[in-house]
């Protein structure tokens, strides 16, 4: 396993990392989601994300109970606030109310002290970005929180946070995360400037598109059972004729190399010095094995621009 700086910080992560949207607490069994955890941590993985919102705080209790059984200080543990958690018109958002009551409603659920990152899930337009800022601000400096990120912001927008928080002396952002893969590099416009520039590292989620890279759909007609496109469909998971073909490609490179598509995927994404950590998600111990191997391979120039002309590629 290898290890990357998060953004600007001290804090090294691995750069294959563990997330628990829509299984742990959800559609995966709770055995499958501890054997999933545990085999992570020893393949070397010390990157654990989760979210409040997860099945209700679910996940963190499933991911909280798993990761006790080890030193604390050898993991390092992210989930975020801003969702939906009662019908209450605070019970969302980023006012320092909801952050302050969401963050010590996470930490008991998760079972621990602090978290060592504490992301903001979503941009909130109705809240002052300085009232966001200091409520995280005082987290940190009571110690329930160790570094501050957001998911899914716009550039502009951590622009905007990283100037409110120079000017007042607040903790700054060190970490954001985006969607990222393949078939989805928005990011690549301004997002990864912004991060090298700023020293925001980028811990992308969706690395292999819902496990459309992983090469595991031969069509929409053919969706193996118990797999995420069986659960939320064939179109939630974007799974067009064009992808299904350009996967089709890129297992063809990938067979070349002896690694599988969603290896090179994988190694794709970790081609960015930005990017921080790709998190994946399992349902199943032996996809974390298969992912963590990801770890380390280098994708030559050649290899890189062959990848390029296939995804740019239209297979109309």
């Known amino acids: 396993m290898e290890f990357r700086r998060l953004g600007g910080s001290g804090l090294k992560v691995s750069d294959i990392s563990l997330g628990s949207w829509l299984t742990y607490g959800g559609y995966v069994e709770r055995e499958n989601a501890v054997k999933s955890i545990q085999t992570a941590y020893g393949l070397g993985v010390n990157f654990f994300d ?4 997860y099945a209700q705080g679910a996940a963190e209790v499933v991911v909280g109970e798993t990761l006790r059984a080890f030193p604390r200080e050898s993991y390092v543990l992210a989930t975020k606030v801003f969702g939906k958690m009662g019908d209450g018109p605070n019970d969302q958002g980023l006012s320092r ?8 409603a996470s930490l008991k659920r998760l079972g621990t002290d602090y978290v060592d990152i504490y992301y903001c899930h979503r941009y909130h ?41 120079d000017r007042y002396l607040l903790d700054r952002i060190v970490v954001n995360q985006p969607l990222y893969n ?13 991060g090298e520039k700023k020293g925001i590292g980028q811990v992308v989620y969706s690395p292999l598109a819902q496990g459309l890279l992983t090469g595991k759909y031969a069509s929409r007609e053919e969706v193996p059972d118990n797999s995420r496109a069986s659960k939320i469909g064939a179109d939630r998971i974007k799974m067009s004729e064009d992808r299904l073909q350009k996967v089709q490609a890129l ?20 081609r960015q010095d930005n990017v921080s950590s790709a998190l994946v998600g399992a349902s199943r111990p032996e996809q974390v094995e298969e992912n963590v191997k990801a770890s380390g391979i280098k994708l030559s120039p050649d290899t890189l621009s062959v990848i390029e002309e296939v995804l740019k590629a239209d297979q109309g």
């Not at 990011?187 to 400037?193: A, D, L, N, R």
């Open 50 to 53: 989760t979210a409040n919102v």
């Open 97 to 104: 109310k909801h952050i302050k009551e969401q963050c010590d």
């Open 125 to 165: 337009e109705e809240t002052p970005l300085e009232e966001t800022l200091r409520a995280l601000d005082d987290l940190v400096r009571q110690g329930k929180v160790l570094y501050v990120g957001v998911s899914m912001w716009t550039a502009a927008q951590m622009e905007a946070a990283l100037a409110v928080a």
């Open 182 to 194: 393949m078939f989805e590099r928005k990011i690549e416009e301004e997002v990864i400037p912004l």
């Open 251 to 270: 297992g063809r490179i990938a067979d070349e190399l002896g690694i599988t598509v969603g290896q090179l995927a994988l190694a794709w994404i970790l």
